[in-house]
């Protein structure tokens, strides 16, 4: 069974970090891009950071300098890590995969909620 299974939202002071990760299942074979987006309430779905199978990484300019995007292909995790965390970053965060499970397409996780508040 295709799937993506992320983890470490939560609940965050203004100025602490998180840690998100998102493991890839077996069933998702040469995968080339990795990334994550966010949404937040009321608003679209946008990309917060992205990395392809080279390594070169994009950047939503509101994360710039603050978010550090990795993935680590033996494990076929991609992680984010989120540093001076604001209000604005609250939302639920969803890793994207580009790969192949039958044929290629994008997968997406189930999403997972980070909270900044005091």
């Known amino acids: 069974q295709v799937q993506l299974a992320e983890s470490g939202g939560g609940l965050v002071q203004p100025g602490g970090s998180l840690r998100l990760s998102c493991a890839v299942s077996?069933?998702?074979?040469?995968?080339?891009?990795m990334g994550w987006y966010r949404q937040a309430p009321g608003k679209q779905r946008e990309l917060v950071a992205r990395?392809?199978?080279?390594?070169?990484?994009n950047y939503a300019e509101s994360v710039k300098g603050r978010f550090t995007i990795s993935r680590d292909n033996a494990k076929n995790t991609v992680y984010l890590q989120m540093d001076s965390l604001k209000p604005e970053d609250t939302a639920v965060y969803y890793c994207?995969?580009?790969?192949?499970?039958?044929?290629?397409?994008?997968?997406w996780g189930q999403g997972t909620q980070v909270t900044v508040a005091s």
């Open positions: 077996r069933g998702i074979f040469s995968i080339t891009a």
């Open positions: 990395v392809d199978s080279g390594d070169s990484t």
């Open positions: 994207n995969v580009d790969g192949v499970a039958f044929v290629r397409r994008s997968f």
